[in-house]
């Protein structure tokens, strides 16, 4: 167990709905990270938050967001929904900037 | 554009055998290397990391990787494989410097087999 939970870990959902994934970090860290693996592009860098701000974006779609609570968990928002986005979101935390990042199980978003 | 290769898609070997897993690496400067496990239907797990130091890192389920710089590799490796290893391997890197946020470049993975 990481330490990092994530919820819910299955969804299946239709096309242009809207879903929220969540993440709690480990105890005590400050950085979260948000990566999306699929079949086709692998394990891809989404956003990442530091104590509450946003610190550096990839590959994102605009259809997707994220926010960084003051508890420290965050959520990663996506809406309007297509087939594509159908894949494996994970969560990731670490401690401080340029430490090792554990991950959380991730949540299977399925969508038809 | 920093890049992760790990050449094999997928590798079998036996029981009791010797693994080795390759990665190279496209960067300008020396980056974090981490691997990391995959096990069917669970989350990424970190076998180990190398930040500097000693070139030849020590990871859980006795896994170890050597990063050599001159070939850009962080190959990692186990004398004796059990059948609990099977599972796709991720190596990936995370930049150094001041714009470095912690975020990881993974290679495609490669999916391990363990023949008994």
């Known amino acids: 167990d990481s330490g990092v939970t994530q919820t819910p870990k299955h969804l299946i959902t239709a096309t242009g709905q809207r879903v929220t994934l969540r993440c709690s970090p480990r105890?005590?860290?400050?950085?979260v990270y948000w990566y999306q693996q699929s079949l086709d592009q692998g394990l891809q860098f989404l956003i990442q938050y530091y104590n509450g701000e946003e610190r550096a974006k990839g590959n994102i779609l605009e259809r997707f967001s994220a926010q960084q609570f003051p508890d420290l968990h965050s959520e990663l928002n996506l809406s309007s929904l297509e087939l594509g986005d159908s894949a494996l979101y994970f969560c990731?935390?670490?401690?401080?900037?340029?430490?090792?990042?554990?991950f959380g199980q991730g949540t299977r978003l399925t969508v038809v | 554009a920093q890049s992760v290769t790990q050449p094999d898609i997928h590798i079998t070997v036996s029981e009791g055998a010797s693994l080795e897993l390759r990665c190279n690496y496209s960067y300008g400067a020396t980056p974090y290397l981490f691997w990391y496990v995959q096990s069917p239907g669970q989350g990424l797990q970190l076998l180990l990391k190398?930040?500097?130091?000693?070139?030849l890192v020590q990871g859980i389920k006795g896994f170890e990787a050597e990063f050599k710089r001159s070939q850009s590799s962080f190959n990692l490796r186990k004398p004796s494989v059990h059948w609990s290893d099977a599972a796709e391997y991720f190596c990936?890197?995370?930049?150094?410097?001041?714009?470095?946020?912690?975020?990881?470049?993974f290679g495609q993975g490669t999916t391990l087999q363990v023949k008994p």
């Open positions: 190398y930040f500097s130091g000693d070139t």
């Open positions: 105890s005590g860290d400050l950085s």
């Open positions: 990936a890197v995370g930049l150094h410097g001041s714009s470095n946020t912690g975020k990881l470049i």
């Open positions: 990731a935390s670490s401690v401080e900037l340029r430490t090792e990042a554990f």
